[in-house]
């Protein structure tokens, strides 16, 4: 029957001479709500699924791409792109919802709870929230995703014709939205790209707290430097003071870009960091050589454009470190202990570098 109405709905539109894309958009409708009424079927759930039903599936998907091929010679090549999403459609949905009842049906008679997600595989985010729109049930599917990336372009877009301050206020709202449904959930990675505002501030100190409250977060990025920075003094300040004893020996990695590094007094660094990457940041020498002493698992260490304006001696030994990159930063002189460095990039004024021990 949905083939049929699938026939006599593109037949109608080819003998007006014309083809359009939103053609096929009632009949995926149809399609779907279908299958996700025979999956929710009371009656369906009391008996096996039959192999008929994957047959029927089959015939469903072979006369709709047959349908495709016919009308290959005449449709434009948006019409040929529904084809082939609808077919997806149609296997997707048909082989999830067969997969669900069969697995519930499976785990009641074993009196075991059923989680039809525990073995599918990890989506992209995109893909994962995409999901969202299939069922009820995979409403908040995607915020099981363990990395967490919101850019100001990609969540807002390039218009700020409303205003920016309003500009600023969509991306706060957007990501707050989405960190206030991934409370308690396995989070790996947090990054925030966006051009600093004053306005942020708060709202990165929170999202810091975020950091603080998860328990797996072992990544985190805020590149918050403008397109244009010129004659701009207002930073962001990392917040040290923000994180306990568990944040700082869980992250892993760490870019921070257009803020002021300044550790607490004391500050015994971060004893798991690997990768630490610095851009537009001003950090005094002593306050960066201090916490490196303590950051003896780092492998990359990336400074540019950075103010020191001051020397960078490490003194602790950096056992692991294999990449060492300085590019345009204000500083007189370099000198650390890395036995294993494989790779040095200096740009920049000449200046004293001792990399005796290396």
Not at 251 to 259: N, P, R, T
Not at 316 to 336: D, N, Q, V, W
Request: with cysteine; aromatic share 8%.
């Amino acid at each position: 029957g949905m083939i049929t109405t699938l026939e006599r709905h593109v037949g109608k539109r080819h003998r007006q001479g014309r083809i359009a894309d939103e053609a096929f958009e009632p009949c995926r409708v149809m399609v779907l709500r279908a299958i996700s009424y025979q999956a929710g079927c009371k009656a369906v759930h009391q008996k096996r699924i039959a192999d008929g039903r994957f047959e029927l599936l089959s015939i469903l998907i072979c006369r709709a791409m047959s349908l495709h091929i016919r009308l290959g010679s005449v449709c434009d090549k948006g019409m040929q792109n529904d084809q082939l999403r609808l077919c997806c459609s149609v296997l997707a949905c048909g082989v999830i919802s067969d997969y669900i009842i069969c697995h519930e049906l499976l785990n009641s008679e074993k009196g075991i709870s059923s989680d039809p997600f525990e073995s599918l595989p990890e989506l992209p985010l995109d893909e994962a929230v995409r999901t969202s729109a299939v069922s009820r049930k995979w409403r908040f599917l995607w915020t099981v995703c363990p990395n967490l990336s919101f850019e100001g372009i990609t969540m807002c877009g390039k218009n700020r014709a409303s205003g920016e301050k309003l500009y600023v206020q969509k991306f706060i709202d957007n990501v707050n939205a989405v960190l206030a449904q991934c409370r308690g959930r396995v989070v790996d990675e947090l990054a925030i790209e966006f051009d600093f505002d004053t306005m942020l501030v708060d709202h990165l100190n929170n999202w810091a707290r975020f950091v603080v409250s998860s328990s797996q977060i072992k990544f985190l990025t805020f590149d918050l430097a403008p397109e244009r920075f010129g004659g701009l003094y207002d930073r962001y300040l990392f917040p040290f003071q923000l994180l306990d004893s568990g944040s700082i020996s869980r992250l892993q990695k760490i870019h921070l870009s257009f803020g002021y590094l300044r550790p607490p007094t004391g500050f015994s660094g971060f004893p798991n960091l690997r990768k630490l990457d610095l851009n537009l940041v001003n950090v005094g020498g002593k306050d960066l050589q201090d916490m490196l002493s303590n950051c003896s698992n780092l492998e990359w260490l990336s400074i540019v454009r950075c103010h020191l304006y001051d020397e960078l001696e490490v003194n602790g030994p950096l056992p692991r470190l294999l990449h060492l990159h300085f590019s345009f930063c204000e500083i007189t002189k370099i000198a650390l202990h890395a036995v294993k460095l494989r790779n040095f990039v200096y740009k920049g004024k000449p200046v004293c570098i001792d990399l005796g021990k290396s």
